[in-house]
């Protein structure tokens, strides 16, 4: 068998990517401006919300999302134990107290229960994390919510509009996933995207963030408070700046720079015309691993069913019975024969800042067992079928000989 290269998630870019930073580049242009506002008004249509935001990544939406809603020192944010650091980075950058949920047992998604019992009259936020493209069970989520809804101490009046913790989805896998007829960005109460380079849907660098209509808070106002956060606090974008002797400006709080570029944004638009094409050939690749897979008895994620559609981000397997050095024994060996694989994720509390802070992985069992015998195989739309067929192929012949 001829050996190939296959690379784990290439940008997938084209003519009109680079037209449209050409263009982009050769309209005097190319800081926050109308090919943002263009890409918010898609993102906003397309996850059927009144409005979206646009900001330079995923992280940064859920960071000043956390200021608008006045979270910080003294309150508690829950999130998952198998997540990326950026899910819960953000909580340390506001000052507020992360708290970690334990998965299911074998399951990527957060242990429901055990969320209930970490919820105290502090909790503030919760961070579900739609982990590989997959929209966590919210219906579940929003019920602990309400059960625990007695706890709940507003400290301003945007968090008094909610009466109840607030669900912050990280949906930066997520984009176009749908769940119970609903997409992704209008199910939590507030929805994150990633628009980063190995994303779906790319920026290069770059996130969004949608939120559901909130009783008797204007959108407008929501708006206009990320803009705030995210150009210094300043009361003027640069576009309107530059409008002949509207100079003038005040600056309302020192606040941060975070802001997406209009050429970010020509590309993100790019992106966005042939979205629907790329998550069908994304579908198809998982179907063609499925089929040979599953049935060698290696566990695969469920992408897709009568009820959910997945965005297909990422193709996690487990084998099941391999040990730590076993699963990064495949991994190497996969990567001689010129394959790009991964893991996701190494829990929180395994990771150094996060010890640090007090976290211990014997208390999270679950995790643990997910990720030690994890391995992510290359999917993205510059896959061809031969390709595909190559990886199966290679998977199937190392774990031949372990």
């Not at 691993?289 to 965005?311: A, C, F, M, R």
């Amino acid at each position: 068998m001829k050996k190939r290269i296959i690379p784990f998630s290439p940008p997938d870019m084209g003519d009109n990517e680079i037209n449209e930073v050409i263009g982009t580049l050769k309209s005097g242009w190319i800081t926050t401006g109308p090919k943002v506002k263009e890409f918010e008004k898609e993102i906003a249509q397309f996850c059927h919300t009144s409005q979206a935001v646009c900001l330079n990544s995923a992280t940064a939406c859920m960071e000043m999302t956390l200021r608008m809603l006045g979270v910080g020192p003294g309150d508690e944010v829950i999130t998952s134990a198998y997540t990326y650091t950026a899910s819960c980075s953000v909580i340390c950058h506001v000052g507020a107290t992360p708290v970690l949920v334990d998965v299911s047992k074998d399951s990527y998604e957060m242990d429901y229960d055990q969320l209930a019992d970490k919820i105290t009259d502090r909790t503030k936020v919760i961070i579900p994390v739609d982990l590989a493209g997959i929209m966590c069970d919210y219906d579940r989520i929003f019920e602990v919510v309400e059960a625990r809804k007695e706890l709940f101490h507003p400290s301003n009046q945007l968090q008094k509009a909610f009466g109840r913790i607030i669900v912050m989805a990280d949906a930066a896998h997520a984009f176009g996933a749908e769940r119970k007829g609903k997409m992704c960005g209008e199910v939590a109460d507030f929805t994150s995207f990633s628009f980063h380079a190995v994303k779906n849907l790319t920026t290069a660098e770059g996130g969004a963030v949608v939120w559901r209509d909130i009783p008797e808070i204007d959108n407008d106002w929501i708006y206009h408070q990320y803009q705030l956060l995210s150009l210094h606090g300043q009361t003027k974008d640069a576009l309107n700046k530059t409008k002949l002797g509207a100079w003038e400006y005040d600056i309302m709080s020192p606040s941060y720079k975070c802001n997406m570029t209009d050429i970010m944004g020509g590309i993100g638009l790019a992106q966005f015309k042939r979205y629907p094409e790329m998550l069908a050939r994304r579908k198809e690749i998982i179907s063609q691993y499925n089929v040979t897979l599953k049935p060698l008895g290696i566990e695969v994620l469920n992408h897709y069913s009568d009820d959910h559609q997945s965005s297909g981000h990422l193709y996690l397997t487990r084998i099941p019975g391999l040990n730590l050095e076993q699963r990064n024994h495949i991994i190497e060996k996969m990567a001689e024969k010129g394959i790009a694989c991964n893991v996701h994720y190494k829990p929180l509390p395994l990771l150094t800042a996060y010890k640090n802070l007090g976290f211990d992985i014997k208390d999270y069992p679950n995790a643990y067992d997910m990720y030690k015998n994890e391995i992510t195989l290359p999917l993205h739309t510059h896959l061809s079928d031969e390709d595909v067929n190559y990886v199966i192929q290679c998977i199937k012949e190392v774990i031949g000989c372990i």
